[in-house]
Structures are given as structure tokens and as C-alpha cells.
């Protein structure tokens, strides 16, 4: 069965890091591009970042550019976002998600995990 | 970032049918596939629609899209009192190189 599993999300003051990770089952993980996406409270989903399968390109929303990096560790079946700087308005439950068809670039997703929660604030 | 337009909210009638819109641009829905999620708390979104109008497996045929121009509608027939969720739109945008949602309809069957 495919599978996602979202960990290290927290509550964190303005300023501060935090690291997230997302584990993967039941598919061949490096096949896939992932995307990071989040839902703050009361509002709709906002994609933050995405990765392609072999790592080797990534693109990130305006929101989060030069503050959260996105990585992955084919080997282990695991996704990461790095996330520093951090602001209340980051505050959100963070989702990771596989894209629907193997190469890249499709733009729809299939997986997601229950996400992780985070929260910003002093 | 979010420039996909959705009503906030929606209610009918178990057995009746709904139509939620989902109004872009051309630079997003114009241009590229529109996919369609249900949320539901603390549960993992779902994929109801992608490239438009297809459903993965899974999903039953009371859901379906369309797309005309820079819109798209998700239709949902025959609703059941399950179906209350919030919906999302979904669509890469390839002037501003992201992916966008749009804001959510809340879905109430009733």
C-alpha cells in the first residue's frame, strides 16, 4: 500500500528552524516528483515547494524562496524541508504529496500524507 | 499566491447535484490541467479529478470535471451526506512558475 508519513512539525518562536520529513512506502520513491504543500488555519492549500525525482532540480513558492529548502534522500525514501526564518504567517499543517504519474512535471497528486502540524508564534 | 477563484461555499440536497467553479487565467487554467481535491480534517486530501475530467480509480463516476477556457467545474451528482468536505482546484500557473490552489468551497449537503 502507498504511503506518506509526515514528522517534525511543532511550535517554533519568529525566527526559528525547523526541519520536516515525509516517508515513503509502497512505491518507488525515486521515480516520483514531491511537493511539499501546507494549509494554514481556516484557509485553502498553498504549494510551497516541489523536487524532482532525482533531486536534482527544485522550485519553491515566492512565500518561501531563500528561507525553506527542499531535499530528498532516495536511498531512504525520504523528503525533507528545511524550513528557517520562520514567520507566524508559516503556521500551517504541512502536507507532502506524490505527483500522480512517474517523470516529473505533472502537476497533480495522488499521495498525501495527514500532514504535520506547525505553529510560529512567541 | 492563490489566483484560482472558488465560491467559499456551497449546500444542497442529498440526491442533488452541485457544480463548484474554480475561475483562473490563461496563463494557468488556460493552458494547463486543472485537478480537483477533497479535504476533509485530519485526513489526507484526496484527488478527485486530474487532466481535467479524469477520475483515478477509485473514485465514483458521480464526480466529474470540465474546463472551458480559464474555468473548470467539478460536478457532483447524486449527493450523499459523505461528500460534505471542502473542495480545492488545483492548476500549474506557467507565467509564475507555481503550482496554485484555489481558496476552497465548503460543501455542505443538507
Known amino acids: 500500500e502507498e504511503q506518506l508519513l509526515e514528522s517534525g512539525g511543532g511550535l517554533v518562536q519568529p525566527g526559528g528552524s525547523l526541519r520536516l520529513s515525509c516517508e515513503a512506502s509502497?512505491?518507488?520513491?525515486?521515480?516520483?516528483?514531491m511537493s511539499w504543500v501546507r494549509q494554514a488555519p481556516g484557509k485553502g492549500l498553498e504549494w510551497v515547494s516541489a523536487?524532482?525525482?532525482?533531486?536534482?532540480?527544485?522550485n519553491y513558492a515566492d512565500s518561501v524562496r531563500g528561507r525553506f529548502v527542499m531535499s530528498r534522500d532516495n536511498s531512504e525514501n525520504t523528503l525533507f524541508l528545511q524550513m528557517s526564518s520562520l514567520r507566524v504567517e508559516d503556521t500551517a499543517v504541512y502536507f507532502c504529496?506524490?505527483?500522480?504519474?512517474?517523470?516529473?512535471?505533472?502537476?497533480?497528486?495522488?499521495?498525501w500524507g495527514r500532514g504535520t502540524r506547525v505553529t510560529v508564534s512567541s | 499566491q492563490s489566483v484560482l477563484t472558488q465560491p467559499p461555499s456551497m449546500s444542497a440536497a442529498p440526491g442533488q447535484k452541485v457544480t463548484i467553479s474554480c475561475s483562473g487565467s490563461r496563463s494557468n487554467i488556460g493552458s494547463n490541467y486543472v485537478s480537483w481535491y477533497q479535504l476533509v480534517p485530519g485526513t489526507a486530501p484526496k484527488l478527485l479529478i486530474y487532466e481535467n475530467n479524469k477520475r483515478p480509480s477509485g473514485i465514483p463516476d458521480r464526480f466529474s470535471g470540465s474546463k472551458s477556457g480559464p474555468s473548470a467545474t467539478l460536478d457532483i451528482t447524486g449527493l450523499q451526506t459523505g461528500d460534505e468536505a471542502d473542495y480545492s482546484c488545483g492548476a500549474w500557473d506557467s507565467s509564475l512558475t507555481a503550482m496554485l490552489f484555489g481558496g476552497g468551497t465548503k460543501l455542505s449537503v443538507l
Open positions: 504529496a506524490k505527483e500522480l504519474k512517474s517523470g516529473g512535471g505533472y502537476w497533480y497528486f495522488d499521495l
Open positions: 509502497g512505491f518507488t520513491f525515486r521515480d516520483y516528483s
Open positions: 523536487i524532482r525525482g532525482s533531486g536534482s532540480y527544485t
